[in-house]
């Protein structure tokens, strides 16, 4: 994997693909940050699907992966991290495309769709996340 792997004191194995700011945990372990590139490559796409069953028009968001998000899923090296920490946009993306691909998703979504989370903040003035909670 080319984004360092720490295993945390209660043997989870994790990552930092949040951004470009180390995330310290509560119990004093720090997890590197992601590189600029791949926070730049991060932004999701955004896509606007209209409905008009109704006087007013309905409007539902989804988020896509872009290509560069894919390939990185695609190279990572699943089976050595048990969790990968994202941002909620991106989540959330790859949360809507495992859904729109529930009996076909390929071998990299279904292990992001179980591996990726989001950080919880533990203490807001520090800023230390959860070292065992993780939003899904």
């Keep these: 994997m080319q984004h360092p792997v720490i295993t945390l004191h209660n043997g989870v194995r994790v990552t930092n693909l949040?951004?470009?700011?180390?995330?310290?945990?509560?119990?004093?372990?720090?997890?590197?940050?992601?590189?600029?590139?791949?926070?730049?490559?991060?932004?999701?796409?955004?896509?606007?699907?209209?409905?008009?069953?109704?006087?007013?028009?309905?409007?539902?968001?989804?988020?896509?992966?872009?290509?560069?998000?894919?390939?990185?899923?695609?190279?990572?090296?699943?089976?050595?991290?048990?969790?990968?920490?994202?941002?909620?946009?991106?989540?959330?993306?790859?949360v809507d495309e495992y859904k729109r691909q529930v009996n076909a998703a390929p071998f990299w979504l279904d292990a992001a769709f179980k591996k990726t989370r989001m950080a919880v903040v533990q203490d807001e003035q520090t800023g230390a996340v959860f070292s065992n909670k993780f939003l899904m």
Excluded: N
């Design 18 to 94: 949040i951004g470009a700011q180390p995330l310290v945990l509560d119990t004093g372990e720090v997890l590197p940050p992601c590189d600029a590139t791949t926070v730049h490559e991060y932004k999701a796409c955004r896509k606007e699907i209209s409905y008009h069953y109704h006087p007013w028009q309905d409007i539902e968001i989804r988020l896509q992966l872009p290509t560069p998000v894919r390939q990185l899923f695609y190279k990572m090296d699943w089976e050595e991290v048990d969790v990968v920490l994202v941002p909620a946009y991106v989540r959330r993306a790859v």
